[in-house]
């Protein structure tokens, strides 16, 4: 068990809807990332988290957007969802201090279905 | 070009055997490159870190880090059947914040 928790495991949803996914990051840790995989790659860089700012990004549309709460935990939210988005969807939770981070932990997933 | 690369497998080896994965990194200012496991259906495990050129070994598990070469590998001893899973190699991208990059994974099984 890496400490890191997110929320739902599986989510089904119809195109056009809006999604919004939730971490909680480990004890200690005060950088969230979250990554998209979808079947038989690895995962994708989409944002990361530090300090409730976002703090980079991968090359994931404006419509991918999240938070991150003064406790550390973070949200992602998907609008306008397409087919495509079908994917677990994985949040890592690490350290950083200065311009490094400790390595890091993904929680369980969510398997996001798209219909 | 593929900015971290993996052969996708699968790679068999039998039982007891020595299991050898392999990896290669684009960006020659990577820093920290890691060894993922994932099970069929479930989030990637953390396994291995290696910052150093060299060796670094935990238990049966051994990285080898070349950056002269951009290569990362990582060696099973006495594979086991429950090691059979896909192992992800990740380089984290320099530039002020912690973003890796994942190859695609090596699909292990391991048979009895």
């Known amino acids: 068990e890496t400490g890191v928790t997110q929320s739902p495991t599986h989510l089904i949803k119809t195109r056009g809807q809006q999604v919004t996914l939730r971490c909680s990051s480990q004890s200690g840790h005060n950088t969230v990332s979250w990554y998209q995989q979808a079947l038989g790659q690895g995962p994708q860089f989409i944002f990361q988290?530090?300090?409730?700012?976002?703090?980079g990004r991968g090359n994931f549309p404006p419509r991918f957007s999240g938070l991150q709460f003064p406790n550390y935990s973070s949200e992602l939210n998907v609008n306008a969802l397409e087919l495509d988005d079908s994917a677990l969807y994985l949040c890592a939770s690490s350290f950083r201090t200065g311009v490094m981070g400790t390595e890091a932990f993904f929680g369980q997933g969510t398997r996001l279905t798209v219909v | 070009q593929k900015e971290v690369e993996q052969n996708s497998g699968p790679l068999s080896v039998p039982e007891g055997a020595i299991a050898s994965l392999n990896c290669t990194y684009s960006?020659?200012?990577?820093?920290?490159f890691f060894w993922y496991r994932q099970y069929s259906g479930k989030s990637p495990e953390l396994i291995m870190s290696?910052?150093?050129?060299g060796d670094k070994e935990d238990g049966r598990f051994t990285a080898q880090l070349n950056k002269a070469s951009q290569y990362v590998s990582l060696l099973i001893r006495d594979s086991q059947p429950s090691d059979s899973a896909t192992y992800l190699c990740?380089?984290?991208?320099?530039?002020?914040?912690?973003?890796?990059?994942f190859g695609a994974g090596t699909r292990l099984a391991v048979h009895p």
């Open positions: 990740a380089v984290n991208s320099p530039g002020g914040y912690n973003k890796l990059i």
């Open positions: 290696i910052y150093s050129n």
């Open positions: 988290y530090y300090r409730e700012e976002e703090n």
């Open positions: 960006d020659r200012v990577s820093q920290s």
